[in-house]
């Protein structure tokens, strides 16, 4: 058996879509699995929907999340150009030849024509579906119809696929098994600007391309009687198929970049989720391990892979069940190690990433996403401090003023600056010097010098930011 080759071909119209690592991560799971190759291919071919930036997007984001190609566009490889706005020339006489086979043909309808056709088939109630006017027909028999006001000819033809009424619409799925699939319509694969349909190019790139297993969205079933029809017509071996199960809300709906933000891939990296636990989670989505076990690591994933432990049921996309994932994995880092990842999440250098290694032992219990160690220690590496307007009006008002004065005294009067000192003293002066509760002491302190009501251990932060620091914070507490 031929070594296999497995790709992932998003189409670059955005921000990433989850679904595009959800692919990845199965395609590289059995490659690895089988010592095969794993692509990267651009598929661009849709001009009205692409974005300039969204193809180093794909790269960054599957980097992130450790999701590394063989071959793609950024590195070349024995199958170049990875993306189908280069390979322009390979489409066109695959789609000629069909024509000369008599298998596909051209068509001259202009688009008002087919709107008018598709409108006037719903309104019957009628399937809709191309009426193949163009069948059979050259392109001066065409043109004279459309003569004294008949059917709209347009100069420039598309190429469709003339569907026999025999297809084959039963497929194997590594997943599923036998699927059944609808009747096609007349699929347009040359466009009239000379570009391929992705029904074309798909099975062009594939085919040349060596790819022997296609994983995709099952929201491609659909096409799949199209791709193995012209796989047949162009006497090409057809590759396994394998449809993934689409990710869905709470509500079942299919994930959508325009309804939930946790579409968008690059949203998990501006929350802070770390790529080993988004991982973890995308294959919890579609995958169930030998022993039921739900935290596992891809190498993991890769030894015990199998296409027959694939959910073919779509699984709810639940954010909960990612943050608790990522809480367990940010507690099982290494105390350094996680620091390192705060630093680099908040952008932080020098005597500031120097205080955040400090803090991190504070935090790495408290935290689900990386997100919250900005807001939990922001009071040590933001240029601009600033107290919570609404933890200051309910902390910092006039009858808190003895308690901060005496912080303020207490702290001053530090000759050795530790946690415990620095704990010893306030307790001494608020709780036994005023009397106070522990709540009613120690929350206007910490609003004074963290800003906020929710912040690391008060006495190990009020340490870390230094004793003048916390001076002038308590100093401005009191000034307001
Ligand atoms: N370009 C298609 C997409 O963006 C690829 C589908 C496939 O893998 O065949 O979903």
Not at 172 to 193: F, M, N, S, T, W
Not at 232 to 246: E, S
Not at 298 to 317: H, K
Not at 426 to 453: C, E, M, N, Q, Y
Request: charged share 25%; with cysteine.
């Amino acid at each position: 058996m031929a070594d296999v080759r497995l790709r992932v071909a998003p189409s670059p119209t955005g921000d990433p879509h989850v679904g595009t690592a959800y692919v990845s991560l199965f395609d590289l799971a059995f490659a690895r699995q089988q010592g095969g190759d794993f692509v990267l291919r651009v598929e661009d071919t849709d001009r009205a929907r692409f974005r300039e930036d969204s193809e180093q997007q794909i790269y960054d984001t599957l980097h992130w999340l450790g999701l590394d190609w063989d071959e793609g566009p950024d590195k070349g490889g024995p199958f170049a150009p990875y993306r189908q706005s280069e390979r322009l020339d390979t489409y066109r006489p695959v789609a000629e030849k069909l024509v000369a086979d008599g298998v596909a043909y051209y068509c001259w309808c202009t688009p008002e024509r087919l709107t008018q056709m598709r409108e006037a088939q719903q309104k019957a109630k009628q399937p809709t579906g191309y009426d193949r006017l163009c069948v059979g027909k050259s392109r001066e028999e065409r043109e004279a119809l459309a003569a004294d006001g008949g059917p709209g000819f347009s100069p420039t033809p598309v190429v469709r696929m003339l569907i026999p009424e025999d297809v084959p619409l039963a497929f194997d799925d590594l997943i599923r098994g036998e699927v059944h699939a609808p009747r096609p319509d007349d699929q347009v694969i040359l466009k009239a600007d000379g570009f391929p349909t992705y029904h074309l190019a798909v099975v062009v790139d594939d085919h040349l391309m060596g790819i022997t297993h296609v994983v995709r969205g099952e929201e491609w079933i659909s096409s799949t009687p199209k791709h193995l029809l012209l796989y047949d017509w162009l006497g090409w071996d057809r590759p396994a198929f394998a449809h993934m199960p689409l990710l869905r809300n709470v509500d079942k709906s299919k994930i959508s970049k325009r309804k939930n933000p946790a579409a968008r891939l690059t949203w998990f990296v501006e929350e802070g989720y770390l790529p080993e636990a988004l991982r973890n989670f995308l294959a919890l989505m579609g995958y169930s391990m030998p022993d039921g076990r739900e935290i596992f690591s891809f190498e993991e994933m890769v030894e015990s892979f199998d296409w027959g432990r694939v959910n073919a049921v779509g699984p709810v996309f639940d954010l909960d069940k990612l943050g608790w994932l990522n809480g367990h994995y940010i507690r099982a880092l290494p105390g350094d190690e996680l620091a390192e990842r705060i630093v680099a999440y908040l952008g932080v250098e020098g005597d500031k990433a120097d205080l955040v290694r400090e803090a991190t032992p504070l935090v790495q219990e408290r935290m689900t996403v990386l997100r919250e160690a900005r807001e939990m220690l922001g009071f040590l590496v933001d240029d601009e401090f600033a107290f919570d307007p609404a933890a200051a009006t309910k902390f910092l008002g006039v009858e808190q003023r003895p308690t901060l004065q005496a912080a303020r005294d207490a702290i001053a009067g530090l000759g050795e600056w530790s946690t415990a000192a620095i704990e010893a003293a306030l307790r001494s002066s608020l709780i036994d010097g005023l009397g106070l509760k522990p709540k009613h002491a120690f929350g206007p302190v910490r609003v004074a010098v963290t800003g906020r009501t929710v912040s690391p251990p008060l006495f190990e932060s009020i340490e870390l930011l230094g004793q003048a620091e916390a001076l002038t914070r308590l100093d401005q507490a009191l000034s307001l």
